[in-house]
């Protein structure tokens, strides 16, 4: 599935950025040599990241982003 229209990446693409080693959501970018565009992926990759890092947004107090 994609995840960003404008750079045309995708879920897998992004899992395996993840799965490089410990890193940021600017990190993801930069592996993947993009940056944001329209913004609309940064949501997405943001839940991925904190997805492998293991992070539960309801226990540690973090809000999704919109």
Known sequence: M???ACHGF???QVTQAVSEG??????VYRR?????QCGKCVCSVVDMVRGARGVDETASG???YA
């Open 32 to 36: 993947l040599g993009e940056t944001p």
């Open 2 to 4: 994609y995840v960003c």
């Open 22 to 27: 410990p890193c940021s959501v600017a990190d």
């Open 62 to 64: 973090l809000q999704a």
């Open 10 to 12: 995708t879920e897998k």
